[in-house]
């Protein structure tokens, strides 16, 4: 018999530190991925011939960023690594991959997917524009490209990443408008203990604060979103929001970076059939798994990193190392059951943090219940709220796949990415229901779109 | 909008490069992403199909597939994960279907 | 406390196309007071993952007068139903390929004899096939042409017509699953797993894949084989094909079909089926059968090799040996009638299945032949 067949999805922080340690354990992982180069989003490398150094491009974290780069350079040539390759469904033990148009199924042992997250948005009159870009997208403009999205750019969400992006982007040169937070200040002392967890990002973060003011660029808190204006062909001219005092604020831009926290990205274990489970705080459907990464599917599938649930880069290498141990262990390899304790409390750890986080920034569901009719919902389809909530009515459609099926809310190419989480909002508060009984979209394949030339060349 | 949207900040001495968006030659840098080259040159990357609005990306990451864009003989690219390479033409509307029946 | 109790003329098990659309000829047509009860939700196994293929050509004679019937109805369903199906009547091509030039012959065969029975065809064969429909691949070499069939859309359907019904006064139960089904006196007594009871001298069951367990508490076990279609659609694309297309051929893996909708979607079925278990309702597509789908495609029409597919689905469908439906009264006990195993070629004869069931069952006698429908059949093979 050959050596047990591990096959890894993604190689971001989470997907390198699981690879080192397969590849530690004396075993060669296949690791999959869809990037030209290791990385993932956060850690996202430059192209070749960009010259800007680590600190740069990751500021603080730039000593993590390059550990990870350089342990998975270090791993090149002991793994099996498909790069710019797609993992586009899981069935009967295997992954099919898509590459250009070649296509291969491939069995597996052990499956740990670390396939990261996308940004979460709640929609906003006008954030079909052009000049609309998720948080994350405009920290790749910067990181990857070294381009600010627009001449004036708007930063409007909350979370951690609404800090930092815009403070990068301040830092890089770029004219930022205004950062606007949904949360409020006061949420952020609620939220003080559990952010304790890990005093360093959280100094991190209010050093970010700081250099934003320092910066006199205008930073609101407790802000609602009102819409994003402009010309559905040449683009955004401006955001308003309403303020604490029920004032309304203006400002001009060409650009929006929005974005509310992050959502993992699980069609992939939703295809492997892993259970999902409410999860209150963030007020989304998880994959289940153990705190190891053990998920709970009919083949072995680990999940680690924001992939599973998001905790940030810190703990995707901590859990990437977890599921990899975890998958050893199943696979009967000896492992070092001390270095599971300690990175088990490291997750926890981040864990609280995670939870402080939450709190501190969260999810505005309650913007959905108040989004006019005429709003664009699904960005791919063009349904709007009011679409949604029609058909509610006429066809008693009291579920998201159900009101998908009927409105085409969430069918369009971006697989309900980016509208899967605002629709159950709008159906839970339309429908006078709590959002756990609203459902969640279940994963279709193709994880992204397939070409019909696929394995055209065989 | 013939200016560009987005806004280069730094690695502003990459070789120049050209690309052919709906027959408009323009300049762009090795190592840009398709999107990066066509939105520093223009406003937007495509017309949507279900408004007669535009449309100019979001995710930058490949998730959204909001950034499409067509090859001259219609297969589409992905503005944002596609690398610009010199020569390259592109299209920002779907090319009429070649394959369209006559009654 | 007993358990409560639902009273009607009729009771329908069964919420996919034909049940629903039974329950709202009962109600629309003849007035009678229908209760109609789902185990899911409303057409949501092979009633809403379909194809959509509205097409008459292809069915077997004998079966192109329920066949001609439905297609009135579909015609007129938005009026009829107060709802938007799709229903577009954009045509329906079938082609062969070179590798088999007898189709020609049979193709030419089938259209005289449809032409009798109410279904005009075309047969075009090569330029004038290939200046008409320049989609089509150098393998197609012939192509059976039916203006007045189409396509519409299977997910919202079942669930017009049950609400059309609903509205006129019938009943419908959703998540109500029957467990036991019997004939006391004159009233059937079926009874849910919950504990509800529905009462109704008149039983129809429409339930696909899960009537079998149904019938056979009436002595007449079905055997149903469940499957799941392989369905795919691309990114939406300038509206350029009218018809929607098939291929005739007697290999199943070559039987790839595609439509596009007016959006501009792609809608592409066929060639492969993967075996499914009813009980747990919920079925996948196998990737293989989704790559054999796009290889069968790019054959019969290379041009659409450029596109994409963006979502892949299916459902739960329940076949025949025979390929035949169930269809008619039972043989052992009155007021029993059935509607079911439609074997992947329900959907455009659908509401003509329901209008007929409910004039059979309102009247006692229907102009529409049944007899190759017949229960009885299964046990004498």
Request: proline share 5%; with cysteine.
């Given at each position: 018999?050959?050596?047990?067949r591990?096959?890894i999805?993604g190689a971001?922080?989470?997907g390198?530190r ?6 530690a354990a ?7 991925d ?6 993932g989003?956060?850690?996202?490398r ?5 010259r800007?150094a680590?600190t ?20 090149r040539?002991r ?6 390759t797609?993992?586009?469904?899981i ?5 099919w991959?898509a590459?250009?148009?070649a ?10 997917l ?12 006008g ?13 790749v ?14 930063f ?18 770029a004219?930022v ?6 949360s ?7 939220a003080?203990?559990?952010?304790l967890?890990l ?5 991190n ?10 910066a006199g ?10 819409a ?6 040449t ?7 309403r303020?604490g ?14 974005g ?5 990205e699980?069609q992939?274990?939703d295809?492997a059939r892993?259970t ?8 989304q459907?998880?994959?289940?798994r153990?705190?190891?990464?053990r998920a709970?599917?009919?083949t072995?599938?680990?999940?680690a ?10 703990s ?5 190392k ?25 997750v926890?750890?981040y864990?609280?943090f995670?939870r ?14 108040a ?9 791919c ?5 009011g ?6 009515d ?7 796949n ?5 409105s ?5 190419r971006?697989?309900?990415r ?6 159950a ?11 756990a009984d ?5 994963g279709?394949?193709?994880v992204?779109?397939?070409p019909?030339?696929?394995g055209?060349?065989? | 909008?013939?200016?560009?949207r ?11 490069i050209?690309?052919?968006?709906d027959?408009t ?10 999107m990066?080259?066509?939105l520093t040159a223009g406003?937007?990357?495509r017309?949507?199909e ?7 990306g ?8 909001d950034?499409?864009v067509w090859?001259?003989s219609?297969?589409?690219?992905r503005?944002c ?8 033409s ?6 009429g ?5 006559h009654? | 406390?007993s ?18 659309s039974?329950?709202f ?5 003849h007035?009678k007071?229908?209760t ?7 057409g ?6 379909n194809?959509g ?9 004998h ?22 199906v799709?229903?577009l009547?954009?045509?329906?091509i ?10 020609i ?11 009798q029975n109410g ?12 200046d ?5 691949g150098?393998?197609?070499v ?7 069939d ?5 997910r ?5 017509f ?33 504990g509800r009871?529905f ?6 069951i ?16 079905v ?5 799941s ?11 350029a094909i009218?018809?929607?297309v098939?291929?005739?051929t ?7 079909y ?8 792609i809608v592409?079925?066929?060639?492969t ?5 009813a009980?747990?309702?919920r079925?996948?597509?196998k990737?293989?059968?989704t ?29 025949m040996?025979d390929?035949l439906?169930?269809m ?5 006990t ?5 509607a079911?195993?439609f ?7 659908g509401?003509?299945v ?13 102009g529409?032949?049944l ?6 059949r299964m046990?004498?093979g």
């Amino acid at each position: 018999m050959g050596q047990p067949r591990v096959i890894i999805v993604g190689a971001g922080p989470a997907g390198v530190r699981a690879a080192e340690t397969i590849v530690a354990a004396g075993l060669t992982p296949i690791v999959i991925d869809e990037g030209r180069r290791a990385g993932g989003q956060i850690y996202r490398r430059q192209p070749e011939n960009f010259r800007r150094a680590y600190t740069d491009l990751y500021g603080t974290e730039a000593p993590r960023a390059k550990s990870v780069h350089d342990g998975f350079d270090a791993l090149r040539d002991r793994i099996d690594y498909r790069a710019e390759t797609l993992v586009w469904n899981i069935a009967d033990g295997h992954v099919w991959t898509a590459s250009g148009t070649a296509q291969e199924a491939i069995p597996y042992d052990a499956l740990i997917l670390c396939t990261g997250a996308t940004d979460r948005l709640m929609p906003m009159a006008g954030w079909d524009l052009p000049g609309t870009y998720s948080l994350g997208g405009s920290q790749v403009a910067l990181k990857a490209q070294a381009v600010s999205i627009g001449s004036q750019v708007v930063f409007l969400g909350t979370g951690p990443l609404l800090y930092l992006v815009s403070s990068q982007y301040i830092k890089a040169g770029a004219k930022v408008a205004a950062v606007l937070d949904t949360s409020s200040f006061t949420a952020r002392i609620t939220a003080l203990p559990d952010l304790l967890a890990l005093p360093s990002v959280l100094w991190n973060g209010i050093a970010l604060t700081r250099a934003i003011k320092a910066a006199g660029v205008p930073l609101l808190t407790g802000v609602t979103p009102v819409a994003i204006s402009g010309d559905a062909r040449t683009g955004v001219t401006g955001v308003t929001v309403r303020l604490g005092d029920g004032s309304e604020r203006h400002f001009a831009a060409d650009a929006v970076a929005m974005g509310y926290h992050l959502r993992p990205e699980t069609q992939l274990a939703d295809l492997a059939r892993c259970t999902f489970a409410f999860d209150e705080l963030t007020r989304q459907y998880l994959p289940v798994r153990d705190p190891d990464g053990r998920a709970d599917a009919p083949t072995p599938l680990y999940l680690a990193g924001d992939g599973a649930r998001v905790l940030g880069a810190r703990s995707a290498e901590a859990s990437g190392k977890l599921a990899a141990l975890a998958a050893l262990s199943d696979l009967g390899q000896p492992v070092d059951q001390g270095a599971i304790i300690m990175l088990r409390r490291e997750v926890g750890r981040y864990g609280r943090f995670a939870r402080g986080l939450a709190k501190a920034f969260p999810w505005p569901h309650q913007q959905a219940a108040a989004l006019s009719d005429d709003t664009i919902l699904c960005r791919c389809e063009c349904v709007t709220v009011g679409d949604v909530r029609r058909t509610m009515d006429v066809t008693g459609a009291a579920e998201t796949n159900r009101t998908k099926a009927f409105s085409r809310v969430g069918m369009g190419r971006c697989q309900g990415r980016y509208c899967g989480h605002a629709a159950a909002e709008v159906i839970a508060a339309h429908g006078e229901f709590p959002v756990a009984d609203a459902g969640r979209l279940r994963g279709q394949a193709p994880v992204k779109p397939l070409p019909i030339a696929i394995g055209e060349a065989e | 909008m013939s200016q560009g949207r987005f806004v280069r900040l730094a690695e502003r001495d990459r070789s120049p490069i050209h690309i052919t968006i709906d027959g408009t030659r323009v300049q762009a840098m090795e190592g840009d992403t398709l999107m990066v080259a066509m939105l520093t040159a223009g406003g937007t990357l495509r017309q949507s199909e279900f408004t007669d609005g535009n449309r100019a990306g979001f995710c930058l990451m490949g998730a959204c597939q909001d950034c499409w864009v067509w090859t001259d003989s219609g297969h589409r690219l992905r503005a944002c994960s596609t690398i610009a390479e010199d020569g390259m033409s592109v299209t920002t509307s779907q090319p009429g279907a070649s394959w369209a029946n006559h009654g | 406390m007993s358990n409560p109790v639902t009273h009607s003329d009729v009771l329908i098990i069964g919420g996919g196309l034909m049940g629903s659309s039974a329950a709202f000829f009962l109600r629309h047509t003849h007035g009678k007071s229908v209760t109609l009860i789902e185990s899911d939700l409303v057409g949501r196994q092979a009633s809403g993952t379909n194809f959509g293929n509205v097409r008459r050509q292809g069915r077997p004679i004998h079966q192109l007068h329920l066949a001609n019937r439905s297609l009135e109805i579909w015609r007129k369903a938005n009026e009829l139903l107060g709802a938007d199906v799709e229903y577009l009547q954009s045509g329906h091509i079938r082609v062969c390929y070179r590798e088999r030039p007898e189709n020609i012959g049979k193709m030419e065969e089938y259209a005289v004899e449809a032409r009798q029975n109410g279904l005009d065809l075309e047969i075009l064969t090569g330029n004038a096939l290939r200046d008409r429909f320049p989609f089509f691949g150098t393998d197609v070499v012939a192509g059976s042409y039916s203006a007045m069939d189409g396509h519409a859309n299977p997910r919202l359907a079942a669930p017009a017509f049950a609400r059309a019904a609903q509205k006129l006064g019938a009943q419908v139960f959703e998540n109500t699953r029957i467990g036991h089904v019997t004939k006391v006196g004159t009233d059937f007594i079926a009874t849910a797993k919950d504990g509800r009871v529905f009462k109704a001298p008149v039983l129809l069951i429409t339930a696909g894949a899960w009537a079998g367990e149904l019938s056979a508490q009436f002595g007449e076990p079905v055997k149903l084989t469940a499957r799941s279609p392989t369905m795919s659609v691309t990114e939406p694309v300038p509206y350029a094909i009218a018809p929607a297309v098939g291929v005739m051929t007697p290999l199943e893996v070559e039987t790839v079909y595609f439509r596009q909708v007016a959006r501009g979607n792609i809608v592409l079925g066929g060639s492969t089926r993967a075996p499914a278990v009813a009980e747990t309702y919920r079925s996948f597509v196998k990737p293989q059968n989704t790559l054999t789908q796009l290889q069968q495609l790019r054959r019969l029409a290379p041009a659409l090799a450029r596109l994409n597919i963006i979502r892949v689905w299916t459902g739960i469908e329940g076949y025949m040996d025979d390929s035949l439906p169930v269809m008619g009264p039972s043989a052992t006990t009155s007021g029993l009638f059935y509607a079911f195993g439609f074997s992947g070629s329900g959907f455009q004869i659908g509401p003509g299945v329901g209008q007929t069931m409910a004039e059979l069952i309102a009247t006692g006698a229907t102009g529409i032949d049944l007899s190759h429908y017949r229960v009885e059949r299964m046990k004498a093979g």
